[in-house]
T-cell receptor
Framework: AQSVAQPEDQVNVAEGNPLTVKCTYS??????LFWYVQYPNRGLQFLLK??????LVKGSYGFEAEFNKSQTSFHLKKPSALVSDSALYFC?????????????FGGGTRVLVKP | DAGVIQSPRHEVTEMGQEVTLRCKPI?????LFWYRQTMMRGLELLIY????????DSGMPEDRFSAKMPNASFSTLKIQPSEPRDSAVYFC?????????????FGPGTRLTVL
């Protein structure tokens, strides 16, 4: 069975500082990993994904994520956070052998960027 | 593209009433997903369709919930009879194919309140 964990319920960071949102996963086969962001009263928006290839993936709004197979992690990063990055962030995983198209989401991490 | 369209955006109903939520996926997308989001349980997959066929409905809470996809451009999620514990935000999402490389695109959600 596939699962994903986001160990921090909330991350606080000052504007301009680096932002990291942690994610670890568990799958039987090769993982396909995704990050989504949810702004208040909105649906989830896709940020980036890791399928194969380079371990460092670049996505929307200046975000990037690093796939680390040995640590089974896929942390989301941004070098310089903006107040507008304050939102709820979800990590999701799909096992390459999983039937169909089922994504498993983490519990979400709320990011608060203070001016 | 207009993105995934959901209606209504807000629904307030009384316990025992029938509720129907509607979704129009992105044109050309072959997979459709219904999720429920609550503070207590986070984001839960209820059911998903591939080429209009239900593939996995194991997340549907009970027989009061049913979902249909009569054609590639329309799906409904029905709750009959509704109960206060069904209060949540319901999201519809679609993806291009049933393949596990594809990200999902979410609609804005329907906020359901059952009194």
């Amino acid at each position: 069975a596939q699962s994903v964990a986001q160990p921090e319920d909330q991350v606080n960071v000052a504007e301009g500082n680096p932002l990291t949102v942690k994610c670890t996963y568990s799958v039987s086969g090769n993982p396909y990993l995704f990050w989504y962001v949810q702004y208040p009263n909105r649906g989830l928006q896709f940020l980036l994904k890791y399928i194969t290839g380079d371990n460092l993936v670049k996505g929307s709004y200046g975000f990037e994520a690093e796939f680390n197979k040995s640590q089974t992690s896929f942390h989301l990063k941004k070098p310089s956070a903006l107040v507008s990055d304050s939102a709820l962030y979800f990590c999701a995983v799909r096992e390459s052998r999983a039937a169909g198209n089922k994504l498993t989401f983490g519990g979400g991490t709320r990011v608060l960027v203070k001016p | 593209d207009a993105g995934v369209i959901q209606s209504p955006r807000h629904e307030v109903t009384e316990m025992g009433q029938e509720v129907t939520l509607r979704c129009k996926p992105i044109s050309g997308h072959n997979s459709l997903f219904w999720y429920r989001q609550t503070m207590m349980r986070g984001l839960e997959l209820l059911i998903y369709f591939n080429n209009n066929v239900p593939i996995d409905d194991s997340g549907m809470p009970e027989d009061r919930f049913s979902a249909k996809m009569p054609n590639a451009s329309f799906s409904t999620l029905k709750i009959q009879p509704s109960e206060p514990r069904d209060s949540a935000v319901y999201f519809c999402a679609s993806s291009r194919t049933g393949g596990y490389r594809d990200e999902q695109f979410f609609g804005p959600g329907t906020r359901l309140t059952v009194l």
